[in-house]
């Protein structure tokens, strides 16, 4: 059996964007989703009609036991995953000191801590085969920092030191390790924050829109290619020159 892509968070949004270019590149994919199992199914049912191979998994990446049951289960059905894209993350807003306990660990839980969780159940598979690939998802407000998004922009700004670490940890094992930092996509994420805004975030982006899921499928598709294979370590921007 040929390897598999794990994409987290793959129901909705980016990653539903990400798990269909993916497919549509010849992975067999493993549409990982918390609760809208309605959406999940959907797209693996246009997936299969299309050809392509797909299975649907409830998890919640911040459980690291049912993150591992989930990679063996895409191995059983799929083929071992070699590439995991860690896409699944929560966001929302809160001036610093109305930052609850829970928000601040959950965040972290499900946004970094979920990417170490299939990071580690994928690794054994790809070291011992000494290859592998890993695209992690991050934010430009990781690397800018973010008024009001405190817990968020600190999850996703680690997104960027874990990338960078573990692609110098894995390179002697031929496992590349990159980020896409996001602008602002039109997914159900950002709708919270009101069509006013989000006209004004268009403006304030050089290339004047907003990211489709399909801006960031097309980078991480690229990423996780063989016409990537010299490149590991980097936080790639596709955010309309939003951060140049
Ligand atoms: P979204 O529209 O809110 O979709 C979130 C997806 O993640 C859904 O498929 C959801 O599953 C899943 N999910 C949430 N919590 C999960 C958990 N604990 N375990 C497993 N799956 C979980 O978000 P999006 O805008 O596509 O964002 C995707 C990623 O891009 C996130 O990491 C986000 O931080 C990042 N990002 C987004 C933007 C933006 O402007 N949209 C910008 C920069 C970075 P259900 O459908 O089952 O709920």
Same mark, same amino acid.
């Given at each position: 059996m040929g390897a598999s892509a794990l994409i987290t *968070? $793959?129901?909705?949004g980016i990653g539903r964007a990400v798990a269909r270019e993916l497919a549509r590149q010849g992975w067999p994919v493993c549409v990982n989703y918390l609760e809208r199992r309605d959406a999940a199914e959907s797209l693996a049912e246009e997936i299969r009609s299309q050809g392509g191979r797909a299975m649907i998994y409830q998890a919640d990446v911040a459980d690291g036991q049912a993150v591992a049951r989930m990679a063996e289960a895409a191995r059983e059905t &799929? *083929?071992? #995953?070699?590439l995991v894209v860690n896409n699944a993350g929560v966001a929302g807003q809160a001036l610093f000191q109305d930052i609850s306990d829970e928000m601040w660990n959950r965040y972290l839980a499900v946004n970094l801590g979920g990417a170490r969780n299939t990071i580690r159940a994928a690794l054994p598979h790809m070291i011992s085969e000494k290859r592998g690939c890993i695209v992690n998802i991050s934010s430009i407000w990781g690397l800018r920092g973010a008024s009001c998004e405190t817990a968020y922009a600190c999850t996703k700004a680690a997104i960027i030191a874990l990338t960078r670490s573990l692609a110098l940890e894995l390179a002697p094992s031929g496992i590349r390790v990159n980020c896409v930092a996001p602008? #602002?996509? @039109? %997914? @159900?994420?950002?709708?919270? &924050?009101?069509r006013d805004t989000l006209r004004d975030l268009a403006e304030q982006t050089p290339l004047g829109r907003l990211g489709t899921p399909e801006d960031i499928a097309y980078a991480v598709a690229f990423l996780a290619s @063989?016409? $990537?294979?010299?490149? %590991? *370590?980097q936080v790639l921007g596709a955010d309309g020159g939003f951060i140049v």
């Open positions: *968070g $793959a129901s909705r &799929l *083929g071992p #995953v070699e602008g #602002v996509i @039109d %997914t @159900d994420m950002v709708q919270v &924050l009101g @063989d016409k $990537a294979s010299f490149i %590991t *370590g």
